[in-house]
T-cell receptor, first 109, second 113 residues
Framework: RKEVEQDPGPFNVPEGATVAFNCTYS??????FFWYRQDCRKEPKLLMS???SGNEDGRFTAQLNRASQYISLLIRDSKLSDSATYLC??????????FGKGTTLSVSS | EPEVTQTPSHQVTQMGQEVILRCVPI?????FYWYRQILGQKVEFLVS????????KSEIFDDQFSVERPDGSNFTLKIRSTKLEDSAMYFC???????????FGDGTRLSIL
């Protein structure tokens, strides 16, 4: 039973491209949703929380569809520094954070 | 910006030995967590700690593991009788509230020989 599923990629895109990542979660009682980014052999770092109304932070836009149990992340105008693994993360009361395996993004010049 | 700090950054230990991994959470946070990440795999929840006791633990967190908050700042993970399969990155995290974003330390790489 996979609780948080992501397309592992890798996504290989040129600088300036727009790229979208998708994620589904299995537990309808999940309460909070996040995107984290993880660089190779580093700790996960919070990128943004995800709200039902959708939210934007600069070049990053996150969307949540509770009915479909679906979360997305859109990155516009990709930079070389965006190269990382993007982790879809779900909070369920009583189990702390549940991580997806991550989607790897490689941005090239 | 306040951050979670972990020591040591790398621990090498003989199989069967005990290890203690240390963490200093962000000072005004109330919830503390340990996670592990085996190389090439996803981050896995081990245990959460609130109000000086374990609030939740996963199936991974068996009798081999224990956590402690020995003073007002440190939060430790003890692994007894280490096995080869305990080799992983161990991340400590903290949050202000249970459903708020968690902030991670930069991890301890544990290598069991």
């Amino acid at each position: 039973r996979k609780e948080v599923e992501q397309d592992p990629g890798p996504f290989n895109v040129p600088e300036g491209a727009t790229v979208a990542f998708n994620c589904t979660y299995s537990n309808s009682a999940s309460q909070s949703f996040f995107w984290y980014r993880q660089d190779c052999r580093k700790e996960p770092k919070l990128l943004m929380s995800v709200y039902s109304s959708g939210n934007e932070d600069g070049r990053f836009t996150a969307q949540l569809n509770r009915a479909s149990q679906y979360i997305s992340l859109l990155i516009r105008d990709s930079k070389l520094s965006d190269s990382a693994t993007y982790l879809c993360v779900v909070y369920q009361a009583g189990t702390a954070l549940i991580f997806g395996k991550g989607t790897t993004l490689s941005v090239s010049s | 910006e306040p951050e979670v700090t972990q020591t040591p950054s790398h621990q090498v230990t003989q199989m069967g030995q005990e290890v203690i991994l240390r963490c200093v959470p962000i000072s005004n946070h109330l919830y503390f967590y340990w996670y592990r990440q085996i190389l090439g795999q996803k981050v896995e929840f081990l245990v959460s700690f609130y109000n000086n006791e374990i609030s939740e633990k996963s199936e991974i967190f068996d009798d081999q593991f224990s956590v402690e908050r020995p003073d007002g700042s440190n939060f430790t993970l003890k692994i007894r009788s280490t096995k080869l399969e305990d080799s992983a990155m161990y991340f400590c995290a903290s949050s202000a509230l249970g459903d708020q974003p968690q902030h991670f330390g930069d991890g301890t790489r544990l290598s069991i020989l």
